[in-house]
């Protein structure tokens, strides 16, 4: 029996200025289910289907929790503490990098939605 590998996405995220630098690996099962349904539940919250404010940072946090791996390819941050840590980043940084796991989670643009 033949067996398959997926090879999710992979990327390097880097603030020097603040020392942040970590990979972001594209979620996968029950997490990549979870992203699209916090995706839909923030814009039906929304105005239309953008999606801005408290909102966006929160999914920011719960998809960047569940894609920071560390060396093993364990996601050390993803539990309600991690995510509470995440979410108290600089508003700045954490939208870039919530942008960034958004893209590696292939889930487009949803600040600009």
Known sequence: MASYTVKRRRERFTDAARGLDFDLVEA???NGLEIAKR???AQAA?????????P???L???VLSVSIVD?????PLDSDEGRREIASWPPLVLMAAGQAAMNVNGAGEPAKN
């Open 28 to 30: 996968g099962g029950k």
């Open 56 to 58: 966006l940072l929160d």
């Open 71 to 75: 060396d093993s390819g364990a996601c």
């Open 39 to 41: 995706i839909i539940d």
């Open 46 to 54: 929304g105005k239309g289907d953008r999606i801005e404010g408290g």
């Open 60 to 62: 920011f946090a719960f």
